[in-house]
């Protein structure tokens, strides 16, 4: 989260245009990704309970319309966004940057906005294959 709020420069594609460098970040309430420079200002932002799907790759109408562009599909993604299912298609500069934002996105839309959160939401997934071991192990010796 700490490296959204910093800012990832990216490449925003848009229809019939040429792609457009802009920093994203995430705010400080981590609410909403924000972009700048822009023209709109205050309406350059995606609120993100208005987001219902992040998609890794090439996707999208709009990268499908940019294929000249042989972008690495690792550095891409879309984020999916408000009432009329308006897509932002964004590049990376590395497969790593993309990786912490839908990730990042991904947590946020599930309602986990602090690092403390992720970790302990990872550590018990890592347990979790374990504790159905056991509990099937625990049922089955039951029925004898």
């Known amino acids: 989260m700490s ?3 910093s800012g990832t420069q990216m490449v925003k594609l848009k229809n019939g245009a040429k792609g457009l460098v802009r920093l994203f970040y995430l705010d400080e309430h981590r609410t909403c990704i924000r972009w700048r420079p822009s023209r709109k200002s205050e309406k350059a932002k995606i609120i993100i309970d208005s987001i219902y799907k992040v998609s ?3 996707q999208s109408e709009i990268f499908h319309r940019h294929a000249e562009g042989n972008f690495d599909p690792s550095c891409c993604f879309t984020i999916y966004h408000g009432n009329h299912m308006e897509s932002l298609d964004l590049i990376t500069s590395n497969p790593e940057e993309a990786r ?3 990730t990042g996105l991904k947590y946020l839309m599930a ?3 602090d690092e403390d959160s992720l970790a302990k939401r990872q550590r ?3 347990q979790y ?3 159905i071991v ?3 192990s625990v049922c089955w010796f039951s029925l004898f």
């Open 56 to 58: 890794e790759g090439l």
């Open 129 to 131: 294959p374990f504790r």
């Open 124 to 126: 018990t997934h890592d």
């Open 100 to 102: 912490t934002w839908i």
């Open 111 to 113: 309602g986990i906005s």
């Open 3 to 5: 490296v959204m709020q």
């Open 134 to 136: 056991f509990w099937l």
